[in-house]
């Protein structure tokens, strides 16, 4: 399908949804009165503006577990959003005084650009909300996922405390090009997986996605985890600390790898923190990847710290500043409350990442419903980064997108084979605006580092892996 088709048929699929309300809707009546009706109803009251004709179910956290026939699946705790539109500044600031005359402490908020964004907490109840300027859209999210509070998430580690020397902050890609039947080393294989890992000064890491089934060969986990030791400096039997796991979205290329390490090594891994949005079943089916990567955290890892990022959402863990600056609730219609689209994809949520003074920005799979969100949103001020991660291995052209980046370097988890000679449309893109030299393709024998240095430039670094093709091995 070419992408002209691909934007047409997003559009339309857009203009649908708005029309009928058909994704995400509970409690659709109609409004009472022109404002319409308040239904977060265990929620502060917004004054003003125009509520939406129903809630939004932004999905669960940790707690969707894996059905057996022993344990049914238990009822998930999902965060509805209610919301708002024609709002203004000064209504946001009236709700923010109504919180705090209502018990509430404002434990996080921020702007980015002429986006607003703040957290209240009363007890155990948390209310998430942001406001647009140019849109006058205001969406209140009363937030019952998290394992740990917004103002505690982050952390930063006194360096002189640390064993040796502190490390050189890294951000690696990991994934590599698979070799199958459907793919021998004679034609185009692919990746259609992502993996990211980011080193920390103090030896943590942050991992960002977690791969494809197919990369995950018993050979290839076992390679990538030497990597950890490798880069970490820690020896063979030392535990791995990460510091933290973010997904991006619910398919299995960006967590199947991932969810396979974690049942190999979860004995030697210290996990941290776990960050990710995924939607609720009953707007888009979650995948099994999801619902088993999920199983095996909550499982092994009971007291982790677990946030379910919103859009705005900004924290520092040790070395890296990390803002949310898209997630799925950005795109919800406001007046209905409804999903305008059907993939996953469109939910990919997007991650900032400062680290030594230089920019990355992490795109997940983002297709035509992010790059428009984030245009209407935020300027070039926000968006120029100086590295990318090329969206949906490069088979989506975000053509208006890309020009507004206007990155330096290039990560493509994609194959540099299929990319350059197909060609594929988003490579011919991006190659308007960066040399070829400075995209980086995954290698099935070489990792690619960047590393910002002190003068402003980044190093970019080779280190060698032996990974293999896939065995046929399950997640198992």
């Not at 049914?72 to 209504?91: H, K």
């Not at 949310?324 to 305008?340: N, P």
């Not at 992490?362 to 209407?376: A, M, P, T």
Request: overall charge negative; charged content about 20%.
């Amino acid at each position: 399908m070419t992408s002209v088709m691909q934007k047409i048929i997003s559009i339309l699929l857009t203009i649908i949804s708005v029309i009928n309300g058909s994704f995400g809707v509970v409690n659709a009546s109609a409004p009472d009165d022109a404002q319409g009706a308040w239904l977060l109803t265990d929620v502060v009251p917004f004054d003003g503006g125009y509520y939406s004709s129903a809630l939004f179910n932004t999905g669960t956290g940790l707690d969707q577990e894996m059905p057996t026939i022993a344990q049914p699946e238990p009822d998930p705790t999902y965060s509805y959003m209610q919301l708002v539109r024609g709002t203004t500044l000064a209504d946001v600031e009236g709700y923010c005084e109504k919180l705090r005359n209502a018990g509430y402490d404002a434990v996080f908020e921020n702007q980015i650009e002429n986006n607003y964004y703040y957290a209240y907490e009363n007890g155990d109840r948390l209310i998430y909300f942001f406001y647009n300027d140019a849109s006058g859209e205001t969406r209140i999210i009363d937030d019952c996922c998290n394992t740990a509070a917004l103002n505690e998430f982050s952390y930063t580690t006194d360096l002189s405390q640390i064993d040796g020397e502190p490390l050189q902050p890294t951000v690696y890609q990991f994934s590599y090009p698979y070799k199958d039947t459907a793919h021998p080393d004679t034609e185009l294989y692919a990746d259609n997986g992502m993996l990211y890992v980011i080193l920390l000064s103090d030896g943590k890491v942050i991992l960002i996605d977690g791969g494809s089934k197919k990369q995950g060969s018993e050979q290839n986990i076992e390679e990538f985890w030497k990597f950890l030791h490798t880069i970490t400096g820690k020896k063979k039997n030392e535990k791995i600390d990460i510091a933290m796991w973010y997904g991006t979205h619910i398919h299995g290329d960006h967590n199947a790898f991932f969810y396979k390490l974690l049942r190999r090594h979860y004995k030697k891994i210290n996990l941290e923190r776990v960050m990710f949005n995924f939607q609720a079943d009953e707007v888009i089916p979650t995948s099994a990847y999801g619902k088993r990567l999920r199983h095996i955290i909550t499982n092994h890892y009971p007291d982790v710290q677990y946030i379910k990022d919103r859009s705005g959402y900004a924290f520092q863990l040790q070395d890296a500043l990390c803002e949310v600056i898209y997630t799925q609730e950005d795109f919800v219609d406001a007046e209905t409350a409804s999903w305008v689209a059907t993939n996953p994809n469109d939910a990919s949520s997007v991650l900032r990442i400062t680290l030594g003074g230089k920019t990355f920005l992490f795109l997940g799979d983002s297709y035509y419903i992010v790059e428009d969100r984030l245009l209407q949103k935020y300027t070039a001020e926000t968006l120029h980064v100086d590295v990318l991660q090329a969206a949906h291995h490069l088979y989506n052209d975000l053509t208006q997108l890309y020009p507004v980046i206007q990155p330096t370097y290039v990560m493509c988890p994609q194959s540099g084979l299929r990319a350059k000679t197909q060609p594929m449309a988003a490579y011919l893109t991006l190659r308007e605006i960066v040399p070829a030299e400075n995209f980086f393709f995954p290698n099935e024998n070489i990792v690619y580092g960047f590393t910002p240095q002190s003068d402003g430039t980044i190093t970019i670094s080779e280190l060698a892996v032996d990974c293999g093709p896939y065995d046929g091995s399950t997640l198992n």
